[in-house]
């Protein structure tokens, strides 16, 4: 007899479509834990190495980007398809894959990606007598900024700061998004030069 384990019904994989302010990207958003934290794939060579998901989404003609958070996977496509044409496509896909319960990032992902940052500097780039307004930036931006930008299918990153220039990274749907940019400049640049007198303007490099 099975195991009341293999018995019990799992709740169905649901799974909705978000627009993002990219008209480019577009969230799928599904009932199940995917990934805790944030797993950035723009090229096929990454995806490769770190998650099956996004390596059979990269094998779609029309995929051109994965950014893989929490519950959700946010697809930015190539220009020239419609999303009236892949949406269906893609959504059937992610759901069926899910339901299947294939690994969709490969465990140690985060632990690399942090390694990576380290290398190249990414988060460390201020000066000892900086770290106090760092510490107050990145707490901002990690309280206020990245929750609505989650919700929006994106993510931003503290990358540096340097006389009064805050740096960070734009992921997700909010790499190469339009309105990215206003965001920056209207929202974030001024809550932080509000809250943080230091702060004289923010930048942003895509992730």
Do not use: H
């Not at 302010?21 to 944030?38: A, C, D, I, Q, Y």
């Not at 999303?83 to 893609?90: P, R």
Request: net charge negative.
């Amino acid at each position: 007899m099975e195991s009341t384990e293999n018995t019990q019904a799992k709740s169905p994989v649901l799974l909705y479509t978000e627009q993002t302010p990219n008209p480019e990207s577009l969230k799928f958003v599904t009932n199940r834990m995917l990934f805790r934290g944030t797993a950035d794939f723009r090229e096929e060579d990454l995806a490769r190495e770190w998650s099956p998901l996004a390596t059979e989404l990269f094998a779609l003609p029309y995929v051109k980007g994965v950014y893989i958070s929490n519950n959700f996977v946010t697809v930015t496509k190539e220009f020239n398809y419609g999303w009236e044409d892949i949406m269906l496509k893609l959504k059937d896909f992610i759901k069926k894959y899910v339901e299947e319960e294939k690994e969709i990032v490969t465990e140690g992902f985060a632990e690399a990606m942090l390694k990576i940052e380290a290398e190249r500097g990414a988060g460390y780039e201020y000066s000892d007598e900086d770290a106090e307004i760092v510490n107050r930036v990145r707490d901002l931006i990690d309280t206020y900024v990245k929750p609505a930008v989650e919700m929006d299918g994106g993510n931003i990153e503290f990358k540096s700061y340097d006389k009064g220039t805050v740096c960070v990274v734009m992921q997700g749907s909010c790499s190469g998004c339009p309105s990215s940019t206003v965001t920056l400049k209207a929202g974030i640049e001024g809550m932080l030069k509000r809250m943080i007198p230091e702060v004289k303007e923010v930048v942003s490099e895509m992730g």
